[in-house]
């Protein structure tokens, strides 16, 4: 999902959070109708490709659920743990970014290359739906815990370092989004897919996590500093 600075805290805009929540909420509903509906069958001719002759049901099921969660992880996340300072523009912004993605998730499954007769999920679907859960668990893990920290008195003006998952790396919650992202183009079965978790790390490691840390740094001072000096940033034993 595209950064924004998460040290400005909510101002609690209902307005924004309203918008998001529909926006987010309508996007799984429509993501919903493509799959039952059958619609990416129609894309597919009106692009010009051949329909599939059988599209896994169970293995988009299980990418629609993933959908699911995705959104409604993401609206508890504005509604209890967002640490960011966002208008009603940028919310309708992430709300499409996330809604292609998960587009083209839903068309890659629907044109799966390796399809069962049984319906049957394969082993890479597992591995997929796992990397999905484990981000999962660890982003929203993280902004709990960083929530349940920020709200009590006696950490006023400290910094929060991760919490069970900071041992890993100084972003779980970068680390966290970038597997779930990843689990759910394994999902999609597609080669080409793999170019949207490059480009999230690649943002994340270009500028949004040296723009949070140099924020932290400047905040925090050496106690921030040192601890970053002493993890992984994003990805154990590679940065």
């Known amino acids: 999902m595209p950064h924004f600075p998460r040290e400005v805290y909510w101002k609690g805009n209902r307005t924004v959070q309203a918008v998001w929540l529909g926006t987010q909420l309508g996007s799984f509903y429509v993501s919903k109708l493509v799959v039952d509906t059958k619609f990416y069958d129609v894309i597919f001719e009106k692009l010009g490709f051949a329909t599939p002759s059988k599209a896994n049901s169970k293995r988009l099921q299980v990418l629609l659920a993933c959908v699911a969660v995705r959104a409604l992880r993401q609206s508890l996340w504005i509604m209890k743990f967002v640490h960011t300072d966002m208008n009603v523009g ?15 998730m839903i068309l890659g499954a629907a044109r799966h290359p390796k399809k ?11 591995i997929g739906l796992g990397l999905f859960a484990l981000g999962s668990i660890m982003e929203t893990g993280y902004d709990y815990q ?10 006023t003006g400290k910094p929060f370092f991760g919490g069970v ?6 972003h779980p919650n970068y680390l966290g989004y970038t597997l779930w992202r990843t689990g759910m183009c394994v999902l999609s079965g597609q080669w080409w897919t793999a170019t949207i978790p490059t480009f999230i790390t690649y943002d994340f490691v270009s500028s949004a996590i ?17 601890y970053i000096n002493k993890k992984w940033n994003l990805i154990p034993f590679v940065w």
């Open 90 to 104: 940028g919310a309708i912004f992430v709300s499409c970014w996330n809604f292609i993605i998960d587009s083209l």
């Open 116 to 126: 069962t007769e049984s319906d049957e999920l394969l082993v890479s679907d597992y």
């Open 146 to 155: 960083k929530d349940v920290f920020k709200k009590d008195p006696a950490n």
């Open 165 to 170: 998952f900071g041992s890993l790396v100084v």
């Open 210 to 226: 040296p723009g949070l840390q140099k924020h932290c740094v400047a905040r925090y001072g050496s106690e921030y500093q040192n």
